[in-house]
């Protein structure tokens, strides 16, 4: 069975320090992995996504996120983080080939950067 | 939130009332999706269309029916058999195709609460 994990439900950043949200995920079979954040009664919005190739992926925002096989992790970094960064963040996983219902969301990181 | 529209923004019910909440887009994606967000559980997958006049039921169906009557369009509505409807509903489309790593695109949410 798929799953998604996000160990953190908060994480504190000091505005221009870098910034870690956590991901695990188990899935039968290659994934692929999404991040969106969600910034208050807004609805999702898609942030970076890796489907093959470099295990390093660039997004939105100066956004990236490592994609670890043997330790099922697609952590989300920033080298250096802005208040405007402060929000909600999703990890979603779905399986090669599964069928598109099969899209399973983490239950969110809230991240909050203070000045 | 790129082209999905969802309308009311807030909605009040009363308890043994059915309300329907309407999600429209105008990208030209066949798919569509409805999510229930509760605090602290990420997305609940209700609902999703993958193609004009066919939908199938999601993790969390009971208490909800949709249509898909045209490919725009993809109402949900929340029947009086929804136990706890209070919640932030989402609806959300995927590109043409049912491709596993389409992301998928969010519309603002609708915030239903019972009275």
């Known amino acids: 069975a798929q799953s998604v994990a996000q160990p953190e439900d908060q994480v504190n950043v000091a505005e221009g320090n870098p910034l870690t949200v956590k991901c695990t995920y188990s899935v039968s079979g290659n994934p692929y992995l999404f991040w969106y954040v969600q910034y208050p009664n807004r609805g999702l919005q898609f942030l970076l996504k890796?489907?093959?190739?470099?295990?390093l992926v660039k997004g939105s925002y100066g956004f990236e996120a490592e994609f670890n096989k043997s330790q099922t992790s697609f952590h989300l970094k920033k080298p250096s983080a802005l208040v405007s960064d402060s929000a909600l963040y999703f990890c979603?996983?779905?399986?090669?080939?599964?069928?598109?219902?099969?899209?399973?969301f983490g239950s969110g990181t809230r991240l909050s950067i203070r000045p | 939130d790129g082209g999905i529209t969802q309308s009311p923004k807030y909605l009040f019910r009363k308890e043994g009332q059915n309300v329907t909440l309407s999600c429209e887009q105008n990208l030209n994606h066949d798919a569509m999706y409805w999510y229930r967000q509760d605090p602290g559980q990420g997305l609940r997958l209700i609902y999703y269309?993958?193609?004009?006049?066919?939908?199938q039921k999601g993790d969390i169906a009971e208490g909800y029916s949709v249509s898909r009557e045209k490919k725009e369009s993809f109402p949900l509505t929340v029947t009086s058999a929804q136990k706890n409807p209070t919640a932030f509903y989402l609806c959300a489309s995927s590109p043409p195709g049912i491709a596993s790593y389409n992301e998928q695109f969010f519309g603002p949410g609708t915030r239903l609460t019972v009275l």
């Open positions: 890796y489907i093959t190739g470099d295990n």
């Open positions: 979603a996983v779905r399986a090669l080939y599964s069928s598109a219902s099969k899209i399973i």
């Open positions: 269309s993958q193609i004009v006049n066919d939908f």
